[in-house]
């Protein structure tokens, strides 16, 4: 089943901009993470951020989570043409926790333009 | 952090034929590998959870005797798609977490096949 949902399905920003991109799921979770993909290549994972976690950061990316409604975003700030891939979020299903079987959402494809 | 190796990382192969799949944990010991499957522009689907010496466990919808999973050793596990088809073509992806438990799993870089 497909817990995490992302939206926009796709991003197209300028060089320099910030990306934001949204995910939602259904289900009790003990963490969330995001992952990137560049284009026919495997899952790079980006930043993790556990359900007792409102907010977290590393490097140019933040990401929060609001377990009440159930969502979490993704923002890439000072935007790179590097940047450029699709980005993911997943949960752990049904939130057992220990267990790395997760559950993707459908992604947003970014693009940013030099 | 921990490297996932997957072989090969694109593979042709003529309908009816089986293909092997192979996924290694090189600087750790992986108790549980998933195996995923992507269609193009889609999000990655949980196939199959292989565990080190006993038998995968299956999503729904996933026939075990066309994609068989070994797991012999806890740094390689297999996939097989038997008597491939063209609508087994598709990019694998196998992950693999260290046997302490670690939450984040680590991910090989994908198969692409094509069945043809």
New interface residues.
């Given amino acids: 089943s497909q817990q995490g949902e992302e939206d926009p399905q796709a991003l197209s920003i300028q060089e320099g901009e910030n990306a934001t991109m949204n995910c939602s799921y259904k289900t009790s979770i003990n963490n969330l993470q995001w992952y990137r993909q560049n284009s026919g290549r495997g899952l790079v994972h980006l930043i993790l951020i556990r359900s007792n976690e409102r907010e977290k950061h590393s490097g140019r990316l933040r990401v929060t989570l609001d377990t009440s409604k159930k969502s979490s975003s993704l923002l890439i700030t000072a935007s790179r043409a590097a940047d450029t891939a699709s980005y993911f979020c997943a949960t752990d299903e049904g939130g057992r926790g220990g267990s790395e079987k997760l559950v993707f959402g459908k992604g947003t494809k970014l693009t940013v333009n030099p | 952090?921990a490297v996932v190796s997957?072989h090969p990382s694109w593979v042709i192969c003529k309908s009816g034929t089986s293909v092997k799949i192979e996924c290694r944990s090189l600087d750790f010991q992986a108790t549980?590998m998933?195996w995923?499957r992507q269609f193009p522009?889609?999000?990655?689907?949980?196939m199959a959870?292989s565990n080190e010496g006993s038998k995968a466990t299956y999503e729904q919808g996933v026939e075990k005797d066309k994609f068989l999973i070994n797991h012999a050793s806890l740094t390689l596990s297999t996939l097989t798609v038997t008597s491939a088809h063209p609508e087994d073509s598709s990019?694998y992806?196998c992950?693999?977490?260290d046997a302490q438990?670690r939450?984040?799993?680590?991910?090989?870089?994908?198969t692409?096949l094509t069945v043809v």
């Fill in positions: 952090g997957q549980t998933f995923y522009k889609q999000s990655l689907m949980l959870t990019f992806i992950s693999a977490s438990g939450t984040e799993a680590f991910f090989g870089q994908g692409r």
